[in-house]
């Protein structure tokens, strides 16, 4: 059976408000909030497995270079705080902002639209 896109598009604005709205009201750090993001990244996970996403995506090449760099400061950081107590992680630098329940909610949808862009890059092109 196969739903319209209008209707896919609905289910899927549903779905992240409800789930924005759980880790807005839960709390920082709890349980609820917890369950629910595992909950939409596995949903989210899955469905790009399914449907192979990107896997027809042109090579990135050179244009992920400043992607690869930003990647590596954030991994460097986060060894240097392990070995020096006094430096805060990524994630106590980000807790100030995130302490706000509409801000946290907020970053919820952001990352879920993050996940959604990345489950519809071009799948494996179809023989005809």
Do not use: F
């Amino acid at each position: 059976m196969r739903c319209s896109r209008s209707a896919r598009r609905l289910t899927t604005v549903a779905a992240a408000a409800a789930c924005a709205a759980a880790v807005a009201v839960s709390g920082e750090l709890s349980p609820g909030a917890l369950l629910a993001v595992a909950a939409a990244g596995a949903v989210v996970t899955a469905v790009g497995l399914a449907r192979r996403a990107g896997a027809a995506a042109a090579p990135v090449g050179r244009r992920g270079l400043p992607w690869l760099g930003w990647l590596a400061a954030a991994l460097a950081w986060e060894v240097v705080t392990l070995a020096d107590d006094d430096l805060p992680t990524l994630s106590d630098l980000a807790d100030p902002l995130l302490a706000d329940p509409v801000l946290r909610g907020a970053a919820v949808l952001g990352w879920l639209a993050v996940g959604g862009w990345l489950v519809t890059r071009p799948g494996p092109r179809r023989q005809e």
